[in-house]
């Protein structure tokens, strides 16, 4: 239950601050980049947000395209870890004559 209060908590004050950006700033710019104009006015807020979401989204995806395939190799080593886990359990039961062939029961 506090985990849900501090959720709760951490949405009211990413809102407030949100609206307490979106008041301050209202003047409206076009982007400009080298010679090239948007044809459009938007308020500074709205530009800062739209790089916001930008750069997380970019950076979810650059996330995304780094540790997938780690992840396909550590289930891969999983489930050859438990393939062997499997193989020495079965070998484990075995007496001990039985798990080694080789053995002539001789010393």
Known sequence: M???KTLFFISV????????????????VALSFVGWQTPFTLSIFWW?????????LLGWLYNLMRHLPLRLQVRK??????????ALAENASLPATA???HSRGED
């Open 2 to 4: 506090t985990w849900l």
């Open 13 to 28: 004050l990413i809102l407030v601050f949100l609206f307490a950006a979106l008041a301050v700033n209202q003047q409206q």
């Open 77 to 86: 080593l999983k489930k050859s870890l438990a393939a062997a886990e499997r």
């Open 48 to 56: 800062l947000f739209m790089a916001l979401l930008l750069g997380i």
């Open 99 to 101: 798990a080694n062939p």
